[in-house]
């Protein structure tokens, strides 16, 4: 049984700075890809970021390039999103996601292509 839960968010000002992290229990960590999601009020859940079961690649979507930085540490079982120059429509509910890498395209970026789901974490930007 895999399950994923994050943690980090809060409220923040624009232009500052939030750690995320998303710890997965169960056997296998090092073989998922591990991906972020996001959803805003009353919009649908896009993709954020992915990175591959090895560390070795990264994707990122158009809005966070630059700005946020997606990492994982294989022996702590655990994905990190370093979020910088927050902005008030980054906004939302953040969700971790796992798919074993033998099950998935490069780079999975639709909802459709990860297995488990965490419950998500809040990120509110305002001053």
């Known amino acids: 049984q895999v399950q994923v839960v994050e943690s980090g968010g809060g409220l923040v000002q624009p232009g500052g700075s939030l750690r995320l992290s998303c710890a997965v229990s169960g056997s296998g960590f090092s073989s998922y890809h591990m991906g972020w999601f996001r959803q805003a009020p009353g919009k649908e859940r896009e993709f954020v970021a992915v990175?591959?079961?090895?560390?070795?690649?990264?994707y990122y979507a158009d809005s966070v390039k630059g700005r946020f930085t997606i990492s994982r540490d294989n022996s702590k079982s655990t994905l990190y999103l370093q979020m910088n120059s927050l902005k008030p429509e980054d906004t939302a509910v953040y969700y971790c996601?796992?798919?074993?890498?033998?099950?998935?395209?490069?780079?999975?970026?639709?909802?459709?292509?990860?297995?488990?789901w965490g419950q998500g974490t809040q990120v509110t930007v305002s001053s």
């Open positions: 996601a796992a798919v074993k890498e033998y099950r998935s395209r490069w780079p999975p970026i639709g909802q459709l292509d990860y297995e488990y």
């Open positions: 990175i591959y079961w090895s560390g070795g690649d990264t």
